[in-house]
């Protein structure tokens, strides 16, 4: 069970509440936490067969077995599979220290000090972000072969921004319960099947991801409503929401983060998407606050960019205009930074404990 040696009150956290150094079934090699979206971690099992799984089928989607860079905390399960994945293919994965933070040159060094025949590495969107503003790091950046960003949504301009600058992103898609990323650019990787259940009439319903890579159940969780576990056909039920277009998943966003204000149902992401497209905000963040009137009212927390002017009545026109009235921010509050949880999500319930 690998833990934050850097933070021992994390560490202790994860081990009390997985129950470390208790007896666990022969066949688990790994138990990796989830990133805690509900304030409890729960532990995914996992075997060397579902580890392998991944491996195999993230290799293939990408071209071939190649050498990986670790650029994000091995502790979660995005990181630890970048060092697995190279291992798998037998190659010394290159290791960044990111403890002090992420350093666009340093990383651009250690991409370019990276052996093999090709070369793979993963980042979340922040860092992404902190690449394309460097130009020494975006150039080394581009001559690598894949550039997997998950960990949180890839929000669009960051995408175009990547693609306009000639990087070969994979936005991908899964969690520690199916092994990290198992759907690729909205398609399943091999073995993977998408199900939705109790699609609206919009085909929008909960995503259940089935495949050889999804985990063994819960660490002593063993009815976990979450998993259906028959021999051969393992699911993992998310808590996201999505569609299914021509065979391609979207994401709409998570069912347990919906805001309901006036008795309507905001899904925050897609406001997200629609704030994001304006040049003036780099970062953005929207969650429910307590209302006496609504319930919850809607509000955006954004990062400025330094490309153009800052408006929030521009901003909330944009929303009343693609979505509705409803929709709109009753209040847009700037921020230096976003507090992030696990592999670089944004952390909602720590905005609504400090501004509620």
């Known amino acids: 069970m690998p833990v934050p040696a850097a933070d021992p009150a994390h560490a202790k956290r994860l081990a009390d509440a997985l129950a470390a150094d208790t007896p666990i079934d022969d066949a688990i090699s790994l138990v990796i936490s989830t990133s805690g979206t509900t304030g409890t971690p729960k532990g995914a099992q996992h075997t060397p067969r579902t580890l392998a799984a991944s491996a195999a089928a993230t290799h293939k989607y990408l071209g071939g077995q190649g050498n990986w860079l670790l650029a994000l905390a091995p502790h979660h399960i995005a990181g630890l599979q970048v060092l697995l994945r190279a291992l798998a293919a037998g190659f010394t994965p290159g290791v960044l220290d990111v403890s002090s933070g992420f350093n666009p040159d340093a990383f651009a060094d250690a991409l370019d000090a990276l052996d093999g025949p090709r070369r793979y590495t993963s980042l979340v969107p922040t860092q992404l972000l902190k690449v394309l503003d460097s130009p020494r790091a975006t150039a080394a950046l581009r001559a690598a072969d894949a550039l997997l960003v998950g960990g949180a949504a890839t929000p669009a301009p960051l995408l175009r921004r990547a693609l306009d600058a000639g990087l070969s992103i994979v936005r991908t898609y899964g969690m520690s319960e199916t092994g990290g990323g198992c759907v690729y650019d909205g398609i399943p990787l091999d073995g993977v099947t998408i199900t939705l259940i109790n699609p609206n009439p919009e085909g929008v319903g909960r995503v259940a991801l089935s495949g050889p890579m ?52 905001v899904v925050p992401q897609v406001v997200e998407a629609v704030i994001l497209d304006d040049d003036s905000v780099r970062e953005c963040a929207v969650v429910g606050l307590p209302d006496d009137r609504l319930g919850e009212k809607v509000v955006a927390f954004v990062i400025p960019s330094d490309t153009s002017r800052f408006d929030a009545e521009r901003i909330r026109v944009a929303v009343v205009e693609r979505l509705d009235r409803y929709a709109a921010p009753r209040d847009i509050i700037e921020v230096d930074e976003l507090p992030l949880r696990g592999p670089g999500k944004i952390d909602r319930r720590a905005l609504r404990a400090r501004f509620s």
Request: no cysteine.
């Open 214 to 265: 999804v985990a063994h159940g819960y660490r002593n969780l063993p009815d976990h409503p979450a998993f259906t576990l028959t021999p051969g056909a393992r699911t993992f039920i998310t808590d996201d929401l999505g569609r299914v277009d021509d065979g391609v998943l979207s994401i709409i966003g998570r069912a347990d983060e919906a805001i309901t204000t006036g008795g309507l149902t």
